[in-house]
């Protein structure tokens, strides 16, 4: 069985003139026969357009593959070692918030609802299995890329199904005042970071880091650290 093409896709390009454009994809997968397999399928770049940038293995590889490549796309397996899926995911949301971000496609051999449910709430665009030929899983990548959402119709099905089943959660007038970047600054603040440490995270300087603080503070009216801590502790953010 095979994934279906979504309506729309194109090939990324063709014939001797080679691919139009070209897509920088990374590879999280613990089993090495399988990224050699779909390296081998869509990682010829001059006929398929993709560009296979790094592979991973595990949670903590992947982090840091991501963060050094910055790659286009990320296909992303569910049960990692480490963490899984999920755990990449939230380790590597400050490459996702940035503009124009690294998007992450997941590419399972699950189709488990909670394992589909689990990795969109984590901020993948996508889903597939391992099912999916490797002409879809191109024209899928090119898809992400662009900021479109991919399912094969069964799992998109879960998603629809889970999200119209939860009631819409309040507007939070003191989180909507916080940009992105500051969200970023404040959940890691209230995990106890460092503000070295949560430099080196999100790339940015120290004076940096300072300045979004301030701003936190300010705009939410609290007086330290501890106060952040106990606010974001209140409303699930950390």
């Not at 992947?62 to 963060?67: L, N, Y």
């Not at 603040?189 to 300072?210: H, N």
Request: glycine letters at 10%; aromatic letters at 4%.
């Amino acid at each position: 069985m095979t994934e279906p093409t979504s309506p729309g896709a194109t090939p990324a390009g063709s014939g001797a003139q080679g691919p139009e454009r070209v897509a920088r994809v990374v590879l999280v997968d613990d089993h090495r026969m399988f990224r050699t397999g779909v390296r081998a399928e869509i990682g010829r770049t001059e006929t398929t357009g993709i560009d296979v940038v790094g592979e991973a293995d595990d949670v903590e590889s992947a982090v840091r593959v991501v963060a050094e490549t910055r790659p286009d796309v990320v296909l992303l397996d569910v049960h990692l070692p480490g963490g899984g899926g999920v755990e990449v995911l939230r380790r590597s949301s400050a490459v996702m918030g940035e503009p124009g971000g690294v998007k992450f496609l997941a590419l399972s051999v699950s189709d488990a609802a909670e394992d589909v449910i689990g990795v969109i709430r984590g901020g993948a665009r996508g889903y597939v299995t391992k099912t999916i030929t490797g002409t879809d899983l191109v024209n899928a990548i090119f898809r992400i890329s662009d900021g479109d959402a991919v399912f094969s119709p069964r799992l998109a099905g879960f998603v629809l199904d889970a999200f119209a089943a939860t009631d819409t959660p309040p507007v939070d007038e003191d989180l909507d005042r916080l940009t992105q970047r500051e969200r970023e600054v404040l959940r890691l603040i209230a995990r106890g970071y460092a503000y070295k440490e949560i430099a080196k995270q999100l790339f940015i300087s120290v004076k940096t880091v300072e300045s979004h603080v301030s701003a936190v503070l300010r705009k939410l009216q609290l007086s330290n650290r501890h106060e952040l801590t106990r606010w974001a502790t209140a409303r699930r953010l950390v």
